[in-house]
């Protein structure tokens, strides 16, 4: 197994800098998870670590080797297309066993290898169609197998599973998990959407205009972020404006909240999430308002509550059978307020109230 | 709406009658004669018309192995120094007269090249040698073309998968990119093939003595052996349609073999020969096809001075030849723009459920060799007794009619049809759909069309030649010239002239849309 180390990484377009100073490692074994909105640098990343495009700057290790240097094809990095890229002029089988005939196996030993690639990802009986005779789902398998097939133990996914419809991308989430695990793989998966991220990566990897916000596991992400953008991309949050009136105070609209954590900007934001706002009587950290809407999601419902400032969402599993213009009173604990400076709304497109 | 839609559909049909009638018939009338043809074949014309698919298959294999990389490098090299300039001159042969380039090859390797090497005499005589190099340096643009029209169609990242898979450059080449453009090489294979195959003018130029199947049916024709030419005509369009049928199956089955053939050598071969390969392949192209073409223009600058320019405006036959030849080429290129416009419709829409069937006849007027258009375009108006230019008019209309529809209907065939319904959904009638919103988006494709028809019917020598005898266009009268051996001063002025438009032409197509939206 190898771990995954990037340094620095940089790459320009003409004037354009996609990636400005890419640094994070993944560990062997692990199931990393790039997220990051499109075009944050996220393709651009993978294949400037494939070496399909030469770096500006920077370093690339694979396992504790620099390989920034070596040709794509010399680094036996397993590489999964976005849109797929299966051959169109060759059938799934010689799709699947074209890096091993390219390696100079014998037909025997491909075959052999193309059948066990193909039952891993149960498309057995459809070794002899073209790719534009399989359905959206067998061409990711397909791919899938291709990638798997080289036999190399770090892959970098590209958005694997952007192509299917939510059902079947939930479906083979699972399924690409377990067999990274079952391979013993390092995986970079890099994807746009948050609901992949927590459900599969160890490591959340949140990407913004080329740079590495924040990593780390997916629970510190999403309960501890560094940043408003991590707040903002990864779930969702509550950004409330405040002032600082103390180390650990702010006040918002006449209202001081006290935090956990100490305050170093005059203006700043608190964030909190929908699911950590109790309903409460009155007492420290609560704001009263009247609930404009109710949604019921099934495990949960979410309200929409009018105060004084705005518009704050609280998501709760407790049935507390409230209706539309009953009077609340809010109370965010202050152990789950996450505060940031305020300059860090500017190019969000966040609510903030 | 209704009414209005049916005067559009009686517009179409009343073309593609008159398409049929006068533009697609003239040129295949000929192969009425095929019964009787058969009866007048004799030795000399079998061996014109071996001569004829010998150097048609020489050229297509020259130009396949040459065409190949500079394809690749014009369109994948992105760093290619002049890469512009390079990209205009290599579409210079495509558009110079080819009885300018007839002179310029044959001065070229018949004297220019000798003396540079200071060989006295020539390095290359008239003879079948001399048509191979000349025909090789004008079929070159459109192999060039057309397989980079394709290689520009491969999405990059099957490249880009197969190298992560491991596979040398030259293994994705082969493997990857030659199995996804080889459609391209093969149509431009068929009209490298066809093209040398059909050539007239220029190759009567260069051939001194030797014939090949389209001279002898100009010579056959003005000793009015009509029966002998039409012979030969006849087994040259059968047999060109026949191949041109084979190459089709062919490209529909051919397999690439893909798995497992010698990887490691391509690896080898990959990494060691790559500036070497480079060095070769532009030397090879500026000696066998840029040299050549230029030639004229580098060696008869001297000749461009006030004396020579009086004594060329004192010429009349040449000044009338490019008074006939303008007018000629302006007046094919507006009947054909009123007919194609129409006409491009039905192909697109496949209106009548024709369409098909109106783009396979363009195909095959694309492949009758001119000369036997030009035979068949006089045997088909005898009866009519029209007068010569009304004739040659009629023939250029006929052989430049697919340059300006095959684009034409491509660009329109390419419109989404969601934009015209939802111009209509939104209250435009027929016509105004027509002129706001596909004319607009297919506007790049009618200039490139209006250019290419232009230029090959002020360039054509072939037909004209067959169906002239009284009038003479410019390139008729070089290559009447040349062959008589009057060949002065005021000549070599013309074909810079000549040079000079085609150069502004090339230029006009660069600017309004690339010349491979023409040959696709």
């Known amino acids: 197994m190898y771990s995954v180390e990037v340094r620095g990484l940089t790459q320009s377009f003409g004037a354009h800098r996609v990636l400005d100073g890419m640094d994070f490692t993944v560990e062997a074994g692990q199931y990393a998870v790039v997220l990051g909105q499109s075009g944050c640098g996220k393709t651009t990343l993978l294949k400037t670590m494939a070496g399909l495009y030469e770096p500006d700057s920077g370093s690339v290790l694979i396992g504790g080797k620099d390989v920034t240097h070596t040709e794509a094809r010399e680094r036996r990095l397993g590489f999964f297309f976005q849109n797929y890229s299966l051959f169109p002029h060759m059938t799934v089988r010689e799709n699947v066993g074209y890096s091993l005939a390219v390696a100079g196996k014998g037909k025997r030993e491909v075959d052999t290898a193309v059948e066990e690639y193909l039952r891993m990802v149960g498309l057995s009986s459809w070794a002899d169609h073209y790719p534009r005779e399989l359905s959206g789902g067998m061409q990711q398998r397909t791919a899938l197998a291709r990638t798997l097939a080289t036999g190399y133990k770090v892959m970098l996914l590209d958005e694997p599973l952007s192509a299917l419809d939510a059902k079947i991308a939930s479906l083979l989430r699972r399924e690409l998990y377990f067999l990274s695990k079952r391979l013993g793989l390092t995986i970079i998966h890099v994807t746009p959407r948050q609901d992949e991220a927590l459900d599969m990566a160890e490591k959340v990897i949140l990407m913004r205009d080329g740079r590495v916000v924040q990593e780390g596991s997916d629970v510190d992400v999403y309960t501890r972020p560094e940043a408003m953008y991590s707040a903002y991309f990864l779930g969702e949050s509550n950004f409330i404006r405040a002032r600082r009136r103390g180390a650990r105070a702010a006040e918002h609209h006449g209202i001081v909240f006290g935090t956990l954590q100490d305050i170093r900007w005059d203006d700043c934001i608190l964030a909190v999430r929908p699911e950590k706002i109790l309903f409460a009587g009155p007492g420290k950290n609560t704001l009263g308002g009247t609930v404009e809407s109710v949604s019921f999601l099934g495990p949960t419902t979410r309200y929409e509550i009018r105060t004084p400032g705005g518009v704050i969402v609280a998501e709760t599993s407790k049935m507390e059978g409230l209706k539309k213009g009953d009077s609340v009173t809010l109370r965010l604990p202050e152990e789950d307020i996450s505060v940031f400076d305020a300059a860090e709304a500017e190019g969000l497109e966040a609510q903030v109230i | 709406m209704r009414y209005r839609k049916s005067r559009l559909d009686a517009i179409c049909l009343a073309s593609v009658i008159v398409f049929a009638a006068v533009i697609f018939l003239p040129p295949v009338y000929v192969l009425s004669y095929a019964t009787r043809a058969f009866q007048a074949i004799n030795a000399e014309s079998i061996a ?193 349609a026949l191949l041109l049928i084979m190459a089709k199956l062919f490209s529909a089955k051919a397999r690439v073999p893909v798995v497992r053939v010698w990887p490691g050598m391509e690896r080898l071969l990959s990494r060691r020969y790559v500036p070497h390969r480079d060095a070769a392949l532009a030397l090879a192209v500026l000696a066998v096809i840029l040299l050549p073409t230029f030639h004229i223009v580098s060696s008869g600058a001297g000749s461009v001075g006030a004396s020579n320019i009086a004594l060329l405006l004192s010429d009349r036959e040449i000044i009338n030849g490019i008074i006939v030849s303008f007018m000629l080429g302006v007046a094919v290129t507006g009947v054909n723009l009123a007919l194609a416009i129409p006409v491009s419709l039905v192909i697109s829409k496949n209106m009548f ?49 697919p340059l300006m529809v095959k684009p034409l209907a491509a660009a329109v065939g390419a419109v989404d049809t969601n934009l015209e319904d939802a111009a209509r959904t939104l209250g435009a009638r027929q016509t105004t759909v027509f002129r706001t919103v596909l004319y607009p988006l297919v506007k790049p494709a009618i200039t490139a069309g209006v250019i290419m028809t232009f230029m090959r019917s002020l360039s054509e020598t072939g037909a004209t030649l067959s169906v002239s005898e009284n009038i003479k266009t410019i390139p008729v009268l070089l290559v009447e010239r040349f062959t008589a051996g009057r060949v002065g001063d005021e000549t070599i002025l013309a074909c810079i002239l000549l040079f000079a438009i085609s150069f502004a032409f090339i230029l006009a197509i660069k600017r309004m849309g690339r010349a491979k939206d023409v040959l696709g």
């Open chain 2, 48 to 240: 014109a018309l071996e001569h004829s698919f010998a150097i048609a298959f020489i050229v297509t294999i020259v130009n396949t192995l040459l065409g190949l990389p500079a394809a690749w490098v014009i369109a994948r090299r992105k760093t290619l120094p002049h890469r512009l300039l390079i990209d205009t001159l290599l579409d210079m042969p495509l558009v110079v007269p080819t009885s300018v380039l007839g002179l310029s090859v044959y001065y070229f390797w018949g004297g220019g090249l000798g003396s540079l090497l200071g060989v006295s005499g020539g390095l290359v005589g008239k003879g079948p040698i001399l048509i191979a190099l000349l025909h090789i340096v004008f079929t070159f643009p459109y192999i060039v073309r057309s397989i980079e029209a394709a290689i520009r169609q491969i999405d990059i990242s099957h490249e880009e998968a197969a190298t992560m898979l491991g596979a040398s450059p030259l293994t994705v080449y082969r493997t990857i990119s030659l199995p996804l453009f080889k459609a391209g090489l093969i149509s431009g294979a068929i009209l490298v093939f066809t093209r040398s195959l059909s050539e007239t003018g220029a190759t009567m130029m260069v051939a001194g003595l030797y014939s090949t199947a389209p001279t002898l049916v100009v010579a056959y024709k003005k000793t009015q052996d009509l029966e002998s030419a039409a012979a030969v005509s006849v087994i040259l369009i059968v047999s060109a």
């Open chain 2, 353 to 401: 459920r024709i369409g098909t069937l109106v783009d396979a006849m363009n195909d095959v007027i694309l492949l009758v060799p001119t000369s036997a258009l030009g035979l068949s375009l006089s045997l088909y108006w005898q009866p009519f007794h029209l007068n010569e230019f009304l004739v040659l008019a009629l023939a250029h209309l006929s052989f430049t009619f």
